[in-house]
């Protein structure tokens, strides 16, 4: 029997061991990521006009206990939301977006974005908590209507399921909530088994590059792959990321 979405715990999700295990010491590859996210949307908007977003508006889609999309968007909106579907991770957004400010370990992911104008110009603590809310959203029921200009979704159609169907379901809908043109990022684990948080286990569909770009070639006017032979635990074999930007393909319902 596969593990369908609906049947794995995300209501044990926890996200504080969740960054503990994998963004609290920040990591290689991660950073590799964010860079590589940081140059494709600078280029996506130009060298935009420092401190003055234009009226873009962002998504991240089952954002979870991760900061660093939704901060590689900042410079480039006038709002993002950030839709999820565990509660635990609901609430632990809603803290990281309260005027307090996001927490400490995310500096190290600001840092690296930081190193170009655009973002350097920004000061993230207060434009996050200014511009950045949390909605609580399944995946799998976003079907198109509301459509945003720049979109994120890392480590989500893969890893909340087992179920080849909602894999592709959850990339085809992550891909119908951007609109024609808008950039968009998206990251992967390479034949991921599943992976632990805590006490709980949670499901993966394994895909490799092909799989990755078979799902997302419809949607896509520009697409590049990036095939990151980094482990960040066993049980998995790297991290594709995917830039691109969104075609004008309106998907068959
Ligand atoms: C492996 S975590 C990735 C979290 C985060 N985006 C990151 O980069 O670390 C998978 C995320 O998908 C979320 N998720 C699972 N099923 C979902 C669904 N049907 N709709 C939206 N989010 C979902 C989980 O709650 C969890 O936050």
Not at 50 to 57: F, Q, S, T, Y
């Amino acid at each position: 029997m596969m593990d369908r979405n609906a049947d794995a715990p995300w209501s044990h999700f926890d996200p504080e061991v969740y960054v503990d295990l994998n963004y609290r010491t920040p990591l290689e590859v991660d950073l590799l990521i964010v860079r590589l996210m940081r140059d494709y949307f600078s280029g996506c908007f130009g060298a935009g006009v420092p401190g003055v977003p234009g009226a873009v508006r962002g998504v991240d889609v089952g954002a979870g206990a991760n900061l660093y999309p939704g901060l590689s968007m900042l410079p480039w909106c006038e709002k993002i939301i950030l839709l999820e579907y565990a509660q635990p991770n609901v609430e632990y957004l809603e803290r990281q977006t309260a005027p307090a400010g996001y927490d400490g370990a995310w500096d190290a992911f600001w840092n690296e974005l930081s190193e170009v104008p655009a973002y350097a110009a920004v000061e993230p603590r207060a434009r996050f908590s200014e511009i950045v809310r949390v909605e609580r959203a399944n995946l799998l029921d976003l079907d198109g209507q509301r459509r945003w200009d720049i979109g994120t979704m890392f480590f989500v159609a893969d890893s909340m399921s087992e179920c080849p169907d909602e894999f592709l379901r959850g990339v085809r809908c992550f891909m119908d909530v951007l609109t024609e043109g808008a950039p968009f990022a998206a990251a992967f684990m390479k034949e991921s088994v599943g992976y632990q948080v805590g006490e709980h286990r949670y499901p993966a569909y394994r895909v490799n590059e092909d799989r990755v770009r078979e799902s997302l070639e419809p949607f896509t006017s520009e697409l590049e792959l990036h095939d990151l032979h980094h482990m960040v635990r066993p049980g998995h074999e790297g991290i594709i990321l995917a830039l691109g930007r969104r075609n004008s393909e309106i998907a068959a319902p």
